[in-house]
């Protein structure tokens, strides 16, 4: 299966209150329903649309998908995952980073408006860099 850029950017742009087990579950289902060997908006739970529409991301993605060919105009499965790592990663430096600068580098502020510990705190700052 592939999945299309109108898809990948839902799926993104969706706010996941259910973390990792709601898109585990979504996935699940869209693979199972899905007819064909692209996954389109169409195929997703008309919630992660209205979520996706209401927050304002319908009409511009944020960051466009790689652009992969799969022969069937849309991404890999694979590539997707990949891509939604990476825009993970780089959505939660950029929180680390915006944080630190509004408690002015409080670093138990930061993980106390995360919901994380200290520790891991100081273990993002070091994979992603950032000088504080």
């Known amino acids: 299966l ?3 850029d109108a898809a990948m950017n839902i799926l993104c742009n969706y706010d996941w209150p259910g973390n990792v087990r709601e898109l ?12 064909g060997t692209i996954i389109t908006e169409d195929n997703l739970p008309s919630y992660l649309k209205k979520g996706s529409i209401q927050a304002g991301y319908a ?14 105009g849309g991404i890999t499965i694979e590539a997707a995952r990949s891509y939604t790592r990476r825009a993970s990663a780089e959505n ?3 929180e680390i980073i915006r ?3 509004e408690y002015k580098g409080n670093i138990s502020e930061v993980a106390r408006h995360m919901g994380l ?12 860099k950032i000088d504080i």
Not at 24 to 35: D, L
Not at 67 to 72: D, K, L, R, S, V
Not at 117 to 128: D, G, M
């Open 2 to 4: 592939s999945i299309s």
């Open 24 to 35: 585990r579950n979504v996935i699940e289902n869209v693979i199972v329903f899905t007819e």
């Open 59 to 72: 009409a511009e993605p944020v960051v466009s998908p790689p652009a992969e060919p799969t022969g069937m």
């Open 92 to 94: 939660e430096r950029g």
């Open 99 to 101: 944080l630190m600068d």
């Open 117 to 128: 510990s200290r520790n891991t705190i100081y273990r993002k700052i070091k994979t992603y």
